[in-house]
């Protein structure tokens, strides 16, 4: 019996240690079925037993004494696999991961005349006098293009982009990567029309056309297509002679209709006006109650007419329509006149509506405020003489509905705000806190990134969350030990959203406000060349914050120069305060995820990030005395 038990136990032993020694594997990303936006290459990471060898698609795969692992790997077009194989002794576990590869656009042959229209169905367009509105569609390469507007015009040109290598915003901001073919395609026919006085009131749609070209079209096209691209399987095309085909856009338009112009009138609290429907940002931290006047729509924005020039786009949900007679916001700035305040000064401006408005940093001494709808009847500037910063007030009018205010500082930029009391616009310019040299005193936010949200994750399931806040957690003690008052936007995993993070620190009347993150990058990057730390700004008095942070973080982690950005990030858009945000390292690299994990290296971070902050209180100070 006591032999039988023994014989038992020695069995169950071996099995379990037989079925410990079976390696483990967890693929973080990509998640299984997970369509990728990569081109030819792309990452994998995860984890296995520590110890494991690892191959990836018969790839060998370094793996981290930790277990982590990240590859960089060809994949194909369609649903492709990655076969995982981690292998530990004499043990051995295999994992498929399915992945989407979307097919790239691709170029037509020239055996069939061919169109392709990729716009959005249902898209709605209102264009107004003046307009110049743009149209493109794919087609069979080498043709003749053109289009036509029912009952509006016919035969407008249309030509087609040669394809050529273009930079690509993906490469420029994260690094090398490959460039995406719908760069590279050929067929892209694009043409424009400006649009005059004529109205179209019932919504209409643009009909493209092509046409088989004749020789001598062929040999125009040709010549002045670059030499090394020519293609002579375009002489096919004439073996379809007279052949046209056409089709509709997928978007619908009316031009001058009968209820643009109209006022439309903010509703968000703070609203963002754009250069394009969806694109840059043209000015921020629009009021509700500004009201300006709306020539059209766009895709769900409307395009707002904001001085004799110069125009913007708003989304539609965020205003609202006023009836019609309602007038645009329209003043004339009669006087402009200076308070001087122990922390700031403050500049008022009567004017007769909420008109929208920009704010621009000419330099670090100078910042000037436009006021679309507004025109100049000045007699007074009245200033507070007593006031330490402000040096000359300068009012111009760069063209009708225009108003502009320039002031010159004494002291480089620190924050300012535009408010309004009624219709009586606030120009605040914030003052350096007092002793500005020291960190003694200072007031400063400490966002850690993320949460509720996990942020990214390392290879070892290690979330950016945590990561960030571990950092913060020691920036925070290394601050108060050097005499600054710090504010958390959160001490735990408990979060607050996103926009309510710069809310804290107006709360508290910040001097600086950091917020910290970890990193990762989009697919299709290489991150074995593309990574290290950077650092995050937004407004011009930002910068020299980012950049002395930024010195002092390479130096500490010892990883590579990942690069000084203007980035546009809601946490760092706030203007009353320098903000930057900091991209301490990078979660999807084993080594850099395990040294995240360390208590050296987060006080590594936390000690740089503090002495940045020192650094330009000092170098602010010197610039003040210079």
Known sequence: MKQSVFIFLLVFVCVSSALAEKPNISIVYPENNASVAAVDSNFIFGSVTPGSALKINGFEVPVHRDGGFLAFLPIQPGSYFYEVIAIKGKDTARVIRTINVPLPKTSFDYNRLKIRIDENAGERYALSSGEIFRFSFQGTPGCRAWASIPGYADSIPMAENFPREQPFWGRAVFGEGAIPDSLKIKGIYSGFIRIDDRVIEDSVRIRYNLRVPDLDYIISY??????????????????????????????????????????????????RMRVEPGKGYLSIFQPRGVKAIALGENRGWYRLKLSETQYGWVAKESVMQLPKGILPARSFVKSVRMFSERDRAVIEIPLSEVHPYRVEETDENSISLYIYGADSD??????????????????????????????????????????????????????????????????????????????????????????????????????MRKGAKVVMTRSDGIGIPLYDRPKVAAAVDADL??????????????????????????????????KDVYDRLVAATALPRYGLYHGNLAVTRSTQYPAVLVECAFMMLPEQEAALKTKDFQNDIAEAISKGIEEFLKDYERRTKE
Do not use: C
């Open 222 to 271: 040709m010549k002045y297509r670059p030499s090394h691209d020519i293609d002579f399987d375009i002489l096919n095309l004439l073996k379809l002679k007279d052949s046209t085909i056409g089709g509709n856009s997928a978007f619908h338009l009316r031009i001058n209709p009968s209820n643009f112009p109209v006022t439309v009138q903010f509703t968000d609290s703070v609203q």
């Open 378 to 479: 000045t007699d007074w500037l009245r200033y507070d003489s007593n006031d330490p910063d402000l040096e000359f007030i300068e009012w111009s009018q760069p063209e009708p509905q225009l108003y502009k205010l320039t002031l010159t500082l004494r002291r480089p930029i620190w924050g300012y705000d535009v408010l309004y009391d009624g219709t009586v616009m606030k120009f605040i310019v914030n003052r350096p806190p007092d002793k500005v040299g020291s960190l003694k005193g200072k007031v400063i936010v400490i966002d850690p990134g993320h949460s509720p949200d996990r942020g990214a994750v390392g290879p070892t399931g290690l979330t950016e969350k945590d990561a960030n806040l571990n950092i913060a957690l020691r920036l925070e003690d290394n601050l």
């Open 513 to 546: 406000f950091v917020s910290v993150h970890n990193n990762a990058l989009p697919d299709g990057i290489n991150p074995f060349v593309n990574n290290g730390s950077s650092v995050y700004y937004y407004h011009r008095h930002s910068f020299e914050l980012a």
